[in-house]
């Protein structure tokens, strides 16, 4: 049942998220790859086409995809690291991306100022799907692709941890202000995640 499961309490003695990511990301290979994440690449026409934010973007695989589809894409991360990784993999592909650096903790989204947020393998606190509908003007899309917490019970991963993953049925309570276009949860074999696709409605 979803509310049997329980998220481990906020440690303390955590380190930041950017020293982590910064280390994670200090090596010359791309720690997820290159390509774009698969409902990103199934879905590209599904989206609003525009300026287009992408929330933790990493390495920018998918920003830089996007890119290259015609989109203006903005990315923003909390790494330095991923954020120098992205702009350099933009470059190698013959496009460009607007980039920040960015605590997601304290992001406050523009108003109404992108056509499309996407946001993969990232758990923001739940506040933040209000953020991403200010954030996007009437009729923009956001797509979402995440872990759900059987990833961690059944194929853990030392990247993962249990407060990156959405309970079963938890993205969908957090798009009740959408309209929900696709969403799909997949607990199969080693591949345990939630991808979904909404629309900003008029109201």
Not at 125 to 148: C, H, I, K, N
Not at 176 to 203: C, M, S, W
Request: charged residues 25%; contains cysteine; aromatic residues 10%.
């Amino acid at each position: 049942m979803l509310d049997d499961i329980k998220y481990p309490e906020p440690d303390p003695n955590k380190r930041p998220v950017a020293e982590v990511w910064n280390e994670r990301y200090a090596g010359d290979s791309y720690l997820f790859g290159k390509e774009p994440c698969l409902s990103l690449r199934n879905n590209v026409p599904f989206l609003k086409k525009g300026r287009t934010l992408d929330v933790a973007m990493g390495e920018g695989r998918n920003a830089v995809f996007l890119a290259k589809q015609g989109f203006q894409v903005e990315g923003c991360d909390a790494s330095q690291k991923g954020i120098e990784k992205a702009k350099a993999l933009a470059a190698a592909q013959g496009t460009s991306i607007e980039t920040k650096v960015q605590n997601l903790d304290f992001f406050l989204m523009p108003l109404m100022k992108y056509d499309t947020v996407i946001m993969t393998y990232f758990r923001p606190m739940p506040r933040f799907f209000s953020e991403v509908r200010r954030g996007l003007v009437a009729g923009g899309t956001f797509l979402l692709e995440a872990y759900l917490v059987d990833q961690i019970r059944i194929a853990p991963n030392p990247l993962v941890e249990f407060a990156d993953c959405y309970k079963p049925n938890e993205v969908l309570g957090l798009l009740r202000d959408f309209q929900v276009l696709h969403y799909r949860e997949i607990p199969e074999g080693n591949a345990h995640i939630v991808q979904a696709l909404a629309r900003k409605t008029q109201n």
